[in-house]
């Protein structure tokens, strides 16, 4: 199996709704409890 997929792709802040939304009972057990890390694109 080949894996052409090499980049990440940048989260739409637009249409996701964010990681934490008290309204979504889900979201409070799997929103981060630490802040994001910030990675670079593989070139």
């Known amino acids: ?3 052409d997929n090499k980049r990440f792709v940048a989260r739409d802040r637009q249409w996701h709704p964010p990681a934490y939304a008290p309204g979504y009972k889900t979201s409070v057990a ?3 409890q630490q802040a994001l ?3 670079q694109q593989p070139t």
């Open 1 to 3: 199996m080949q894996n």
């Open 37 to 39: 890390v910030s990675m």
């Open 30 to 32: 799997r929103s981060p």
